[in-house]
């Protein structure tokens, strides 16, 4: 299930995401982006996580954390104290258009 929903909203995302960059020449994109820090960065990430994996999975990953590298944001979540094994959710958005370009989960 949880598959499905990752593939629907990576299908989804890459078609809003194509629609936007047409769109582009008419719109007006802020100078550092529309997700231009780490607090907003987050915000978006929590936003596409929790429906997916569910508020109560999402809360115990917090906090969250986000790393910028070559224009993209890594969303992540933290291991719940004393857990050592499974995995975070993470989502990847880009800092120019904030298109979700992936959403994970390490099992």
């Known amino acids: 299930m949880r598959r499905?929903?990752?593939t629907a909203v990576a299908?989804?995302?890459?078609?809003?995401?194509g629609t936007l960059v047409l769109a582009q020449t008419?719109?007006?994109?802020p100078k550092n982006g529309f997700v231009p820090d780490e607090k907003t960065a987050v915000s978006?990430?929590?936003?596409?996580?929790?429906?997916i994996y569910g508020k109560d999975e999402i809360s115990a990953e917090?906090?969250?954390s986000a790393k910028l590298k070559n224009g993209i944001w890594?969303?992540?979540?933290?291991?719940?104290?004393?857990q050592r094994?499974?995995?975070?959710?993470?989502v990847r958005i880009?800092?120019?258009d904030g298109c979700i370009l992936s959403v994970t989960h390490g099992q």
């Not at 978006?44 to 429906?51: I, M, Q, R, T, W």
């Open 4 to 6: 499905n929903i990752t």
């Open 11 to 17: 299908v989804l995302s890459a078609f809003l995401c």
């Open 26 to 29: 008419r719109s007006f994109t």
């Open 44 to 51: 978006v990430g929590l936003a596409v996580l929790e429906p």
């Open 62 to 64: 917090q906090p969250f």
């Open 74 to 82: 890594a969303v992540t979540g933290t291991f719940p104290r004393g």
């Open 85 to 90: 094994f499974g995995g975070v959710a993470e």
């Open 94 to 96: 880009s800092k120019k």
